[in-house]
């Protein structure tokens, strides 16, 4: 009779144990089952009936402590089909660890999930002192899950490999105990073959629900849809599609009617998408075409039909919401008014710089119109098509203007609606967001903002998910930033951020020739305003005044006047009585030539005022429209004018409207008032000594 003894060799205690419980179940108590492990160390030799060595791996190892009369039997492991399920529902592409506590086991291990068709993730082995460059979010492993590397979240332990059946039968065999047992261990595998098998079907009949719910889908897809094979044979189409090609089953569906299309020239070669406007049975159809890719080749094309009437409805209906949210850009470029150099000049950069997704900063005084010029330059952008989102950040308090740039989640605050807040960056996804204002963002929202323009993501608040965003950013401010960074009161880093292409806005009083304009287009807008007309005096008194509130101060004056007006005839006695020095009636001392001379007689000697005005405006008709103090005093050499005199009077000038000053290699030019001011005195030949 045969001893019934077995000696088993494992690496590690724990799982000589989970291998002794698995021949125990199959074998019986009769048995008698002794382990060994490596790990911890063997005393002695061992000597047995049949040892069994746990893997391969260990077989050299194991060979040195057994006695030359014992039957040797190197087990074969499978792996525990119960937890494949889990390992199916990782996603497509995924890169995953298969840990385990050697290099052997590791691959072993992917090996065999390779073998059972496991195909669809990229499993790379993972072991200690393994130098690994790859990250990846997921893990298996066979219950060592304290070698999984920390930052891994997502783990699936499929337990202890087990010894197969093949082993299991050759135990059996050996013993002589096949016979009473095979009952047994037929049933202890069939069943987990059923466990398995119960899993299959239910997959199968969800893929079969899956299969219905997508034809389902199809068919009230408003899209004609039509999958073709490599040989341009119709292997599936939705009803949508049937009706567009005159035709109840794929059979009758011809390809052929597709104008300018030939599908044979299609099929079979590469491609990345195809999209082009086609004609079908007398409709205007778009037509996109993408290739089934299988194993990286082209294994057939879904079509997909759009009539473009819809299309026009549909951009109708997004508008339409897009307006109701107050999200579209209504101004273009050519709805901006500027005859003058330095606007043409602004508008000019603002068309070049309209075509880069880059961060664009508009400065400019209050009422220039910078949210003018923001929309025209969405417009004119590759995001045209997407919304414009508009937010004032004076406007606003700090904590409503976070909730409402950022978005927050069900439950983050008190009062916080149900369901959440979609914040305006999301809502600017695609499109563009203009930021009003910028320089009155505390510094809590400058930090939030820096990182919105250095990630393009955004956070909710109370939320964990990073939202990432496509957007186009533009800020415009009426602030100086410089000062506010100096100041500590604007973070630098996100002044540079915000600052990659800079667009300056010239205020009105740099840019009087276009008033007239401006006047001519502001009155239009007002019902029978086109009929109205300005007196001379009126429109003179208009020219003269500084306009510290810009073009929205101009247009508040204008239709203040419209409504009082009795006539068609508007004169300066209809000026609202808050401007006390534009008229000319008011200001006894304003002289015929546009300027009060006492004022300027009071400062500096009129002509010393002319002689640098004159050559100002000399260089300007020749296209120089700044030019530097050196350079003006190399104009002026012949004169009794020094460097150290031109710069004082250039400083009293400045102060007095009629000429503009700029730092840096910008240098100086002269204003409208300053250039009325020599041509009137040419025209009256004041007596000024000049």
């Not at 466990?195 to 199968?204: D, E, F, P």
């Not at 990630?455 to 990073?466: D, F, N, P, Q, Y």
């Not at 006390?580 to 009636?585: L, V």
């Not at 009293?652 to 250039?675: C, D, M, S």
Request: aromatic letters at 6%; proline letters at 3%.
């Amino acid at each position: 009779m045969i001893n019934k003894s077995i000696s088993i060799i494992t690496y590690s205690r724990k799982h000589m144990k989970h291998v002794i419980a698995q021949l125990e179940s199959f074998l019986g108590s009769e048995f008698k089952i002794t382990g060994h492990s490596i790990q911890e160390g063997i005393k002695g030799p061992v000597s047995d009936t049949l040892v069994l060595i746990g893997h391969e791996y260990l077989k050299d190892e194991a060979m040195k402590y057994i006695t030359q009369d014992s039957d040797v039997l190197v087990a074969r492991r499978s792996l525990n089909h119960s937890e494949l399920e889990n390992i199916l529902q990782i996603p497509k592409g995924e890169k995953v660890l298969f840990v385990d506590v050697n290099k052997y086991l590791a691959e072993n291990s992917v090996s065999l999930l390779e073998d059972l068709g496991i195909n669809h993730i990229e499993m790379y082995p993972y072991y200690p002192d393994i130098e690994y460059s790859h990250r990846a979010d997921y893990a298996i492993t066979t219950g060592e899950t304290h070698l999984v590397p920390d930052y891994i979240s997502k783990v699936i332990d499929i337990g202890y490999s087990k010894i197969d059946l093949t082993t299991i039968t050759e135990i059996m065999l050996k013993f002589d105990v096949m016979d009473e047992r095979a009952k047994k261990l037929s049933s202890k595998y069939i069943q987990d073959f059923v466990y398995s098998s119960k899993k299959v079907v239910r997959t199968l009949k969800e893929n079969n629900l899956i299969m219905k719910q997508l034809n389902t889908i199809l068919d009230v897809i408003n899209d004609g849809i039509i999958g073709i094979d490599g040989n341009c044979n119709i292997i599936f189409s939705n009803e949508n599609a049937k009706k567009l090609f005159d035709s109840n089953h794929d059979d009758n569906i011809d390809l052929n009617i597709i104008s300018d299309l030939d599908i044979l020239k299609i099929c079979g070669n590469n491609f990345e998408k195809y999209r082009k406007i086609h004609e079908i049975n007398g409709k205007k159809i778009l037509l996109t075409m993408m290739p089934i890719k299988q194993d990286d080749s082209d294994s057939g094309i879904v079509m997909t039909f759009k009539d473009l009437s819809e299309i026009v409805e549909m951009e109708n209906m997004v508008r339409s919401n897009l307006l109701k949210k107050g999200h579209i850009a209504k101004h273009r470029f050519s709805d901006i008014v500027g005859n003058s150099e330095v606007m043409k000049k602004a508008i000019n950069i603002a068309k070049r710089l309209a075509k880069s997704d880059s961060t664009l900063l508009l400065t400019g005084e209050s009422g220039t119109g910078k949210e003018l010029f923001a929309q025209a330059i969405h417009n004119e952008s590759k995001k045209s098509n997407g919304p414009f989102v508009a937010v004032n950040f004076a406007a606003l308090p700090e904590n409503l203007l976070e909730s409402e740039l950022f978005g927050y989640e069900e439950g983050s605050f008190t009062g916080a609606k149900k369901g959440g807040h979609t914040g305006l960056f999301e809502q600017a996804h695609k499109g563009t967001i203009f930021l009003d204002e910028i320089g009155d963002a505390s510094l809590k929202i400058q930090a939030r903002l820096l990182r919105v323009l250095q990630e393009k993501e955004v956070l909710r608040i109370g939320a964990t998910k990073i939202i990432p965003i496509d957007i186009r950013i533009i800020a415009a401010t009426n602030k100086n930033l410089d000062e506010l960074v100096e100041r500590g009161e604007f973070r630098e880093d996100l002044y540079y951020r915000l600052k990659v292409l800079p667009i300056e806005i010239p205020p009105l009083r740099e840019r009087k020739e276009d008033i007239p304009y401006l006047i001519e287009r502001i009155m239009n807008r007002f019902p029978n305003g086109r009929d109205m007309k300005l007196s001379s005096e009126l429109e003179r008194a208009l020219m003269d005044y500084d306009w510290p509130g810009n073009i929205r101060e101009l247009e508040n004056v204008l239709e203040y006047m419209y409504n009082i007006a009795e006539d068609n005839i508007i004169d300066i006695k209809k000026l609202p009585s808050y401007i006390d020095n534009i008229s000319i009636k008011k200001d006894a001392k304003y002289s015929e030539i546009g300027y009060n001379i006492e004022k300027i007689e009071s400062k500096i000697p009129l002509k010393d005022a002319y002689t640098i005005l004159s050559a100002l405006k000399r260089e300007k008709e020749e296209g120089n429209i700044h030019i530097s103090r050196k350079r003006l005093a190399d104009l002026l050499n012949k004169t009794h004018l020094t460097e150290q005199m031109i710069r004082k009077r250039l400083d009293i000038l400045a102060e007095l409207n009629l000429v503009v000053k700029n730092r840096g290699p910008k240098g100086t030019r002269i204003t409208y008032q300053g250039e009325r001011f020599v041509d009137k005195i040419k025209e009256n030949r004041i007596k000024a000594n000049i």
